[in-house]
T-cell receptor, first 114, second 114 residues
Framework: AQSVTQPDIHITVSEGASLELRCNYSYGATPYLFWYVQSPGQGLQLLLKYFSGDTLVQGIKGFEAEFKRSQSSFNLRKPSVHWSDAAEYFC????????????FGPGTSLSVIP | DTAVSQTPKYLVTQMGNDKSIKCEQNLGHDTMYWYKQDSKKFLKIMFS???????INETVPNRFSPKSPDKAHLNLHINSLELGDSAVYFC?????????????FGSGTQLSVL
């Protein structure tokens, strides 16, 4: 069965520091991979997605993620974090016969110290 | 205009009651979903509808019944509410079933069962 793990439940970084959020997936075929962000009291917003091609994908708000098939990973990065990036981040994989059945990881909560 | 809107935003009710949550999207999407987010932020798909047809029905108690009167609306009715139903329920939509994986989320309905 498809699954997504995010090893870090909570991460705290200083504003201006770099950020890497880890994501590992389990899926038998080539996965469709996503990162979503959830600000407090809000729904989720898509940051970026990987379907095929270049394994380094760029997203909104200065985020990027790298797909590494050998490690079954899709880590999210940002070179310089802003206080407004504090939120919950979810990695997800498109699963089943349709990639619109999206399976979410447990999420990583990001706190940013001014 | 909000792309995916849910009402109500907050719902507090007693055990055993029946309640409904409404969802509307003005994006012209064909597919709509209900997700449940528990207290640990874990997000799990419940249902999906494509052009008013039920596509995904996860192992959800039959006390939960989705209704899609047209492809712009997907309502969720819950009978005989239980304490364990307390969660945040998110409606979402996507453009093309099986192709994009990009979900647009509503801001959620926080259900508290007392």
């Amino acid at each position: 069965a498809q699954s997504v793990t995010q090893p870090d439940i909570h991460i705290t970084v200083s504003e201006g520091a770099s950020l890497e959020l880890r994501c590992n997936y389990s899926y038998g075929a080539t996965p469709y991979l996503f990162w979503y962000v959830q600000s407090p009291g809000q729904g989720l917003q898509l940051l970026l997605k990987y379907f095929s091609g270049d394994t380094l994908v760029q997203g909104i708000k200065g985020f990027e993620a790298e797909f590494k098939r050998s490690q079954s990973s899709f880590n999210l990065r940002k070179p310089s974090v802003h206080w407004s990036d504090a939120a919950e981040y979810f990695c997800a994989v498109g699963a089943g016969t349709s990639y619109d059945k999206v399976i979410f990881g447990p999420g990583t909560s990001l706190s940013v110290i001014p | 205009d909000t792309a995916v809107s849910q009402t109500p935003k907050y719902l507090v009710t007693q055990m055993g009651n029946d309640k409904s949550i409404k969802c509307e999207q003005n994006l012209g999407h064909d597919t709509m979903y209900w997700y449940k987010q528990d207290s640990k932020k874990f997000l799990k798909i419940m249902f999906s509808y494509n052009n008013k047809e039920l596509i995904i029905n996860e192992t959800v108690p039959n006390r939960f019944s989705p209704k899609s009167p047209d492809k712009a609306h997907l309502n969720l009715h819950i009978n005989s509410l239980e304490l364990g139903d307390s969660a945040v329920y998110f409606c979402a939509s996507s453009q093309d079933y099986g192709t994009s994986g990009k979900l647009f989320f509503g801001s959620g309905t926080q259900l508290s069962v007392l």
